[in-house]
């Protein structure tokens, strides 16, 4: 079965960091299938920026640099790059319930591209995005 979500970013650094035993199991599945080939992985290029930012301030270690992590993960061809534009931030207006502008933007990335949100944040799901833990 081919797996297709969108991540948000405190998923995306456990699984690629190594500490995928922080996710829940149906979260680690996703990723998973995207390693195996059966899958793919949707990435808010907003949590490539959070991303750079907790390794610039110390808080993350990526092999290579930030720049070299990033162009590994994409170049797999199982991790996509999700844009943000205008739709994505209309939709966002739509999720006032979720008090974070960023959490807002990643889970409205989601309804845009009409895909499951890999997170464990209770006020998405509370927003009715469709999420995956």
Same mark, same amino acid.
């Given at each position: 079965?081919? *797996? ?11 699984? !690629? ?9 149906? !979260? ?31 808080? #993350? ?8 992590? @990033?162009?590994?993960? #994409? !170049?797999?061809?199982?991790? #996509? ?8 931030? !209309? #939709?966002? *207006? *739509? ?36 999420? @995956?833990?």
């Amino acid at each position: 079965m081919t *797996e297709i979500a969108v991540t948000d970013t405190h998923a995306l650094i456990w699984y !690629a960091t190594g500490r995928a035993q922080r996710l829940g199991r149906k !979260a680690r599945r996703v990723f998973e299938r995207a390693d195996a080939g059966g899958g793919a992985v949707y990435v808010p290029v907003l949590s490539l920026v959070e991303v750079g930012d907790a390794a610039h301030r110390g808080l #993350l270690r990526l092999g290579g640099g930030t720049l070299e992590w @990033i162009k590994r993960l #994409l !170049a797999s061809g199982r991790y #996509l790059p999700a844009e943000l534009n205008a739709d994505v931030v !209309a #939709l966002s *207006e *739509e999720l006032r319930d979720i008090r974070e502008r960023t959490d807002r933007l990643i889970a409205a990335t989601a309804l845009h591209l009409d895909l499951p949100l890999i997170t464990r944040d209770h006020a998405i799901a509370k927003a009715g995005v469709s999420v @995956i833990w």
